[in-house]
């Protein structure tokens, strides 16, 4: 099944966000109305451009965009439910490996939200990556995450922070 993402819908909400909507911004969010009404156009475009160069498996594949306007992307079946599910597992994943920065920074909010994951096969697809920090993050952190992904995982505050403190003594930090 194809999902057809139109700018329309992102538009739409960088709209809410720019007259007192809610959602989270990101400092690629902000700007002038131009910026807001291009901005779905721009990250689409992106999204494209992106899978085209990578290909990389936590990617949901999009097949075709007309210039941002609209992408179709292989459909992704909304599995994972829990706000901060994927984020608290790729953050402890991180911890321990051996990456120098386990840390999402300003692309937090991305990782946080289910609603731009799905699982495929028990693997970790991403659906929405148009972000330049949503990709660096792939760049960066994407291989390391998939391959030790856990469909099945459940956030443990104990672990967590077991896990954070033993990254803290590995680097002395």
Do not use: C
Request: hydrophobic fraction near 35%; proline fraction near 4%.
């Amino acid at each position: 099944m194809i999902r057809f993402l139109t700018s329309i819908a992102l538009t739409k909400r960088n709209l809410q966000r720019y007259f007192g909507g809610n959602p989270p911004l990101q400092k690629e969010d902000m700007g002038d109305v131009k910026s807001y009404l291009f901005g779905g156009i721009l990250k689409n475009w992106r999204e494209f451009i992106f899978y085209l160069k990578t290909r990389h498996p936590i990617l949901q594949p999009t097949f075709f965009s007309l210039f941002g306007f609209f992408n179709i992307q292989l459909a992704g079946k909304e599995q994972v439910k829990e706000w901060g599910a994927i984020l608290s597992q790729a953050t402890e994943i991180l911890f321990d490996s051996n990456d120098d920065n386990p840390f999402f920074g300003s692309d937090n909010h991305h990782w946080m939200n289910p609603r731009n994951f799905s699982i495929d096969d028990g693997k970790l697809k991403m659906l929405d990556y148009g972000s330049k920090y949503t990709q660096k993050t792939i760049r960066s952190h994407g291989s390391i995450i998939i391959a030790d992904f856990n469909p099945s995982y459940k956030y443990n505050e104990e672990r967590y922070l077991e896990k954070y403190l033993a990254y803290k003594a590995r680097r002395k930090i």
